[in-house]
């Protein structure tokens, strides 16, 4: 099976940590970006953490930066989310993604990826 599949979701307790793994079985060039989405129940989908393949270089979302960290150690390893200090509000579904092939740079929109995996839930329990 070709695309991104995401593993490592759970529960925990606030304050705690969990670090979510996407696996990326297609073609990704160096000028493309993989990004970590979520979506709490009644809301829309929102970018929280995008790396570009290439540079390394990262973009958070401010309800994330400083407690969260997007890597990839190189282009054939797995995208990490390491979360930290949850809070209840992190709780939904997280998405992992592949921005469009025909786009340069990086960005939290989601237009700007058309490579979706199936999801992994988290739930932080106050």
């Known amino acids: 099976q070709v695309g991104l599949v995401e593993s490592g979701g759970g529960s925990v307790q606030a304050g705690g940590s969990l670090t979510l793994s996407c696996a990326d079985s297609?073609?990704?060039?160096?000028?493309?970006?993989l990004g970590w989405f979520r979506q709490a129940p009644g809301k829309e989908r929102e970018g929280i953490a995008v790396i570009h393949v290439g540079s390394k270089l990262t973009i958070y979302a401010p309800s994330v930066r400083g407690r969260f960290t997007i890597s990839q150690d190189n282009s054939q390893s797995p995208v990490l989310l390491q979360m930290n200090t949850l809070k209840s509000e992190d709780t939904g579904t997280y998405y992992c993604a592949k921005s469009r092939s025909d786009l340069g740079g990086c960005s939290t929109s989601i237009d700007h990826f058309d490579v979706w995996g199936q999801g992994t839930q988290v739930t932080v329990s106050s």
């Open positions: 297609g073609y990704t060039s160096y000028k493309q970006c």
